[in-house]
């Protein structure tokens, strides 16, 4: 096995474990204070949007 396809090996294999390490948290549901936190900012920055 060459030095290229060697690294191309351990590149994919990094990647796999990567998807794998982080789907479980991708999966999970974001915290219903954590949504409100976001809906509170984004009705704050819609209210100086219109009050330019």
Not at 17 to 38: G, I, Q, W
């Amino acid at each position: 096995m060459d030095q290229e396809t060697n690294q191309h090996d351990i590149e994919d294999q990094i990647s796999e474990n990567l998807r794998r390490a982080f789907k479980e948290r991708a999966d999970e549901k974001v915290p219903d204070r954590f949504l409100d936190l976001l809906r509170q900012l984004r009705d704050q920055d819609g209210e100086h949007m219109n009050g330019q």
